[in-house]
T-cell receptor, first 113, second 111 residues
């Protein structure tokens, strides 16, 4: 039982490049989340999904897109990376919504030059 | 809009001390509150989830309380150890689907 896994662990991008971050969970959770964590700003929600085929915007969705084609996977895309997107990205999942414990992945450290 | 504040931002104590971490939230219409731990360079790990009907939840040396009327929660750590050094975050529900996190309290326990 791997829990929540994230790929890649670390990535360096140049401004304007695109990339996709992959999150996978093997706990059959309905809800999945993407957060970014920045010094002094705390953990902020980017997008989330309440089930396969659904997505919704969080606090800071601009510049990101997401897809949830399979229940176990939640993809976060950056179409044209900007230095402001340098951050640590965390994926999380829960069986249901805010009333349930969220399980976090180990994070992806992204540096945009 | 739910806002979550944690005080202090950082705390340094000698090993063996009992300590209290504070969390306050603005929307008291919550049905639970969660406490997480984050080690440097790692993801968050859930410590305790307190239902609004429980008022307290215990796990080993950790005890979390919830007072909805005052908009406050506390995490009590008994007999602190160097291994307790980490950042502790609280999170309150925002609506049904998501959580709002505080910025955390960075705890350092010295041997």
């Amino acid at each position: 039982n791997a829990g929540v896994t994230q790929t890649p662990k670390f990535r360096v991008l140049k401004t304007g490049q695109s990339m996709t971050l992959l999150c996978a969970q093997d706990m059959n959770h309905e809800y999945m989340y993407w957060y970014r964590q920045d010094p002094g700003m705390g953990l902020r929600l980017i997008h989330y999904s309440v089930g396969e085929g659904t997505t919704a915007k969080g606090e800071v969705p601009d510049g990101y897109n997401v897809s949830r084609l399979k229940k176990q996977n939640f993809l976060l895309g950056l179409e044209s990376a900007a230095p402001s997107q340098t951050s640590v990205y965390f994926c999380a999942s829960s069986y249901r919504g805010g009333g349930e414990t969220q399980y976090f992945g180990p994070g992806t450290r992204l540096l945009v030059l | 809009k739910q806002e979550v504040t944690q005080i202090p931002a950082a705390l340094s104590v000698p090993e063996g001390e009992n300590l209290v971490l504070n969390c306050s939230f603005t929307d008291s219409a919550i049905y639970n509150l969660q406490w997480f731990r984050q080690d440097p360079g790692k993801g968050l790990t859930s410590l305790l989830l307190i239902q609004s009907s429980q008022r307290e939840q215990t796990s080993g040396r950790l005890n979390a309380s919830l007072d909805k009327s005052s908009g406050r929660s506390t995490l009590y750590i008994a007999a602190s150890q160097p291994g307790d050094s980490a950042t502790y975050l609280c999170a309150a529900p925002r609506g049904y689907s998501t959580l709002t996190f505080g910025k955390g309290t960075m705890l350092l326990v010295s041997p």
